[in-house]
C-alpha cells in the first residue's frame, strides 16, 4: 500500500486548507483511512479518521473546523480544515491500517501564521 499525500502550506489563522491522501496499491486489507499530525516537540497524534463503514472520528481540538470525507472514485482521502489556529501548525500524515497492518504517507507541513 501507497500513500501520497498533497496539499498543505502556509495559512494565516482563521483560513482553510485542504489535503489529500491517494491510497494504491492492495487495498483490500485496508479498513481505515486517517490523518494524524506531529507538532515540534510533540508525539504524534490523532487528527481524524474514516472507516470502511463510514464511519468518522476527530480528535476533540478540532472538531466542527476539520471534515473527513471519501473520493472513493480516486481511492482517495480528503481533510477539509478550516477556521485554521496557530496551534494548528504540525505536520500531518496520512495513515491506512487494517488488520495487524499500518501504513504511513509522507508528512506535509501545515503552517498557520497569528
Known amino acids: 500500500v501507497q500513500l501520497q499525500a498533497s496539499g498543505g502550506g502556509l495559512v494565516q489563522a482563521g483560513g482553510s486548507l485542504r489535503l489529500s491522501c491517494a491510497a494504491s496499491?492492495?487495498?483490500?486489507?485496508?479498513?481505515?483511512l486517517g490523518w494524524y499530525r506531529q507538532a515540534a516537540g510533540k508525539v504524534r497524534e490523532l487528527v481524524a479518521v474514516?472507516?470502511?463503514?463510514?464511519?468518522?472520528d476527530y480528535a476533540d481540538s478540532v472538531k466542527g473546523r476539520f471534515t473527513i470525507s471519501p473520493d472513493n472514485y480516486k481511492n482517495t482521502v480528503n481533510l477539509q480544515m478550516d477556521s485554521l489556529k496557530p496551534e494548528d501548525t504540525a505536520v500531518y500524515y496520512c495513515?491506512?491500517?487494517?488488520?495487524?497492518?499500518?501504513?504511513w504517507g509522507q508528512g506535509t507541513l501545515v503552517t498557520v501564521s497569528s
Open positions: 495513515n491506512a491500517q487494517g488488520d495487524s497492518v499500518e501504513y
Open positions: 474514516l472507516s470502511g463503514t463510514g464511519a468518522t
Open positions: 496499491g492492495n487495498l483490500v486489507s485496508i479498513n481505515s
